[in-house]
């Protein structure tokens, strides 16, 4: 059956502490693995697709990383603005992506 | 543009009284339109997905249904609802004629069945 387990499900971080979010995933014929971020009341903001093992996405100051079990979301020097809910999401058939329950970040001033 | 825009942005509704919820999407042609729910502490779910005008493929069974009356345009029904139906309802897209189709989301819908 396939699935999508995010960890932890909450993280607290001091403003510029470095950490990391996991998204491991069993799923037959991955087609992409998709990171989303998530404010309150919000509708997901898309970040990344990674497609295939050793893969390697940065925006600003998230890097998203791949391998053939697992999914990592660096995040370098955090801001309170980088507080949300961060979503993973594998699509595995052609109409339908199976989501994480999102590991919800605050950040610290 | 990769605008989607859903409305109500909120609504309370009594157990027992229809529901509609509009989806409309611009800066494109033809797109795969879907609806899914998000409740409290799960994933998203997959409810509905349309390919096209009139084509509607369900995910769930359930007492909601999803019609597609224009290109644009995604509703989502239900005759009567239940208190299970509370929840944050998210209308997405992907677009033909891009790769490895992105799925983008709209604002969603927050509905309180009471």
């Known amino acids: 059956e396939d699935q999508v387990t995010q960890s932890p499900e909450a993280l607290r971080l001091q403003e510029g502490e470095s950490s990391s979010l996991n998204c491991s995933y069993t799923?037959?014929?991955?087609?992409?693995l998709f990171w989303y971020r998530q404010d309150p009341g919000k509708g997901p903001e898309f970040l990344f697709t990674?497609?295939?093992a050793g893969e390697e996405k940065e925006k600003e100051r998230l890097k998203a990383t791949l391998t053939k079990k697992e999914s990592f979301l660096h995040i370098t020097a955090p801001k309170p603005e980088d507080s949300a809910t961060y979503l993973c999401?594998?699509?595995?058939?052609?109409?339908?992506?199976?989501f994480g329950t999102g590991t919800r970040l605050t950040v610290i001033p | 543009s990769q605008t989607i825009h859903q409305w109500p942005a909120t609504l309370v509704q009594p157990v027992g009284s229809p529901l509609s919820l509009e989806c409309t999407v611009e800066?494109?042609?033809?797109?795969?339109l879907y609806w899914y729910r998000q409740a409290a502490g799960r994933g998203l779910q997959l409810l509905f997905y349309?390919?096209?005008?009139?084509?509607i493929s369900s995910e769930v069974p359930q007492n909601l249904s999803a019609s597609r009356p224009q290109d644009r345009q995604f509703i989502l029904s239900s005759k009567k609802l239940l208190l299970s139906d509370s929840g944050f309802y998210l209308c997405?897209?992907?677009?033909?004629?891009?790769?490895?189709?992105?799925?983008?989301f709209g604002e969603g819908s927050w509905l309180t069945v009471v």
């Open positions: 799923v037959s014929g991955l087609r992409g």
């Open positions: 349309s390919v096209g005008i009139g084509q």
């Open positions: 997405a897209r992907t677009d033909r004629g891009t790769s490895r189709n992105t799925i983008y």
């Open positions: 800066g494109t042609s033809n797109p795969n």
């Open positions: 999401a594998v699509q595995a058939g052609a109409n339908n992506l199976f």
């Open positions: 990674l497609y295939s």
